[in-house]
């Protein structure tokens, strides 16, 4: 056996530095290499005074019985997770309090999950100001089932018994997550008479592999915007009421159903803009970790399994970032505060999606990002492997620029969505109150501009 040794590398880099880094360690010695990946992300220190209000947050802290609580919120206090759903993931009454405990301590609204029974509302209802029952029931008529068996399942087992305990717990009845907001589904229960019965609808809206916002999938089942449109189609409709987007989001499976790492933050991101945009109070990623729900463990090519912000703990025990998660860190910085996400209309073409966020402490920033180019993802479904693009590479081929305003002596900053500012200009007279900004699918932020000519 060879000396043992120590082999110390110090990284340092300024407050322009923040952001997403890949180390790939390769070790030689004798006849063996040992190669090893490290993701790992610099954030800068930041308290988040908002988080009561916040529509930002990602469902399920997973807290399994064998996976500390302590490591999952050390993440939550960092990336500004506001809400979250689960309420009972452990099989342990004391790992289920101590968890809702933690969360109540940071100010976390709590989304309970959809199996929840009496008892359990007795055990844990202090903890949440929303009641659902059931989860996704009328994805089986999506999938073929008769409209009418599937409402009266959904109803004997799941509505009329939380109906019951909603009202006996004094919680607001929750329509359970409601698979991509299928308008048959809204109608039956609108023609039911369950439609008053409730004050909030859950959505679940997915558009997996396809972007967010791929305008030829709005009319198809699996549209994440289709699913937006359809359930705020639904409420001018049948009649207004509050909606949470409670699951959304992207998995990162080595198979040509799934997405790039940096696609999954690029994607998220655009989930959390247009599920505001929308009216939802609430737009929640799936999930914090990878995770699956058929067990734990790393499992290479299931799809259910790669949906985490973060990976699952490794053999030391470290959480470990994916893009998305620091994506989500650097997104409720930059928009903490958040009281309106608009679409500006009058800017840019249809290709470009531009939005003025107006934020409490931070003024007005403008969100954008371009579907000029699209990615392989995002024009084929077939299944198979995927060979991944790294996720330091730039994916974004193609570009388009749209005009601005900004006053003369106004600095102009571009941001792009791990924190990394990436043009700053202070405005001149010589400008004529125009700034020219480059998009690209890709997420950006804005700041010292608006979309309106200097008058």
């Not at 952001?19 to 220190?45: I, R």
């Not at 893009?323 to 009281?339: D, K, N, S, Y």
């Not at 043009?423 to 125009?434: F, I, L, R, W």
């Amino acid at each position: 056996m060879g000396q043992a040794s120590d082999y110390t590398v110090t990284i340092s880099a300024d407050q322009t530095g923040y952001g997403m880094y890949f180390l790939n360690w390769q070790v030689t010695s004798g006849n063996y290499t040992h190669k090893e990946y490290y993701p790992f992300a610099l954030l800068d220190d930041y308290t988040y005074q908002y988080n009561a209000t916040s529509p930002f947050g990602i469902v399920q802290i997973l807290g399994e019985d064998d996976i500390s609580y302590d490591d999952s919120f050390s993440i939550v206090n960092k990336i500004g997770i506001a809400s979250t759903r689960g309420a009972y993931m452990s099989s342990t009454y004391a790992r289920n309090i101590e968890f809702l405990q933690k969360a109540k301590q940071k100010g976390i609204r709590i989304i309970p999950n959809g199996g929840l029974t009496d008892e359990k509302a007795q055990n844990y209802g202090a903890y949440f100001e929303d009641f659902i029952a059931g989860n996704e029931q009328n994805l089986a008529s999506i999938n073929g089932e008769p409209m009418d068996i599937v409402f009266q399942n959904y109803y004997d087992e799941f509505f009329a018994p939380s109906e019951i305990m909603a009202n006996k717990y004094n919680k607001n009845h929750v329509i359970a997550g409601v698979s991509a907001g299928q308008t048959a589904w809204y109608q039956k229960l609108y023609d039911e008479g369950l439609w008053n019965q409730f004050e909030k609808i859950s959505l679940h809206s997915y558009g997996i592999p396809y972007a967010p916002d791929n305008v030829s999938m709005l009319p198809y089942t699996w549209s994440m915007e289709g699913g937006l449109i359809r359930t705020v189609n639904a409420l001018e409709t049948l009649g207004d009421k509050p909606f949470m987007l409670d699951e959304t989001g992207y998995h990162t499976a080595p198979d040509l159903r799934s997405v790039d790492l940096r696609t999954q933050a690029d994607y998220n991101t655009r989930c959390f803009i247009l599920g505001t945009s929308y009216g939802a109070e609430y737009t929640g990623t799936y999930c914090l970790l990878d995770y699956s729900n058929g067990g734990v463990g790393t499992i290479l090519n299931d799809m259910e399994y790669h949906f985490g912000n973060f990976y699952y703990p490794d053999y030391y025990g470290r959480i470990l970032p994916k893009p998305a998660g620091i994506a989500f860190a650097f997104m409720t910085r930059q928009l903490e505060g958040v009281t309106d996400i608009t679409e500006c209309e009058g800017l840019g073409t249809a290709e470009e999606r531009i939005f003025k966020a107006t934020t409490q402490n931070k003024g007005t920033i403008y969100v954008a990002w371009s579907n000029c180019g699209k990615l392989g993802n995002d024009t084929s479904s077939s299944s198979g492997l995927r060979e991944p693009t790294m996720p330091w590479e730039n994916q974004w081929e193609e570009s388009t620029t749209v005009n601005f305003y900004a006053q003369t002596g106004s600095t102009v900053t571009v941001t792009d969505e791990m924190g990394k500012q990436i043009y700053s200009h202070v405005m001149t007279e010589a400008d004529g109150g125009v700034i020219a900004i480059t998009l690209t699918g890709a997420t950006v932020y804005i700041s010292g501009v608006q979309d309106t000519p200097i008058s």
